[in-house]
């Protein structure tokens, strides 16, 4: 869907991107389910909400004015396993 809208609007200069997260620290993990995610990461720790909102940021600036139908994955290297 991503890579077919922002052909889509593209002429339209409109942008339309998706963010692919890993796992990512927050209050519904537990301690348990932690350390499990951890270790199925290449980076062996999760990823912090601030991390994901940088991405998002980069996303929506003018730094990536050219990108379109694109998928940005931050994932601590979990896809690239």
């Known amino acids: ?3 077919s809208l922002g052909l889509e609007y593209a002429d339209q200069n409109i942008r339309v991107n998706a ?3 890993g796992f990512i620290d927050t ?8 350390d499990i995610l951890k270790e199925m990461t290449p980076m062996k720790r999760l990823g912090e909400s ?3 909102a940088k991405a998002v940021l980069s996303l929506a600036s003018d730094d990536s004015s050219f990108m379109t139908g694109a ?7 979990y896809t690239a396993q």
């Open 71 to 77: 998928s940005l994955v931050v994932d601590g290297g």
């Open 19 to 21: 963010m692919c997260p």
């Open 27 to 34: 209050p519904i993990i537990t301690e348990e389910s932690k």
């Open 50 to 52: 601030d991390e994901m």
């Open 1 to 3: 869907m991503t890579r």
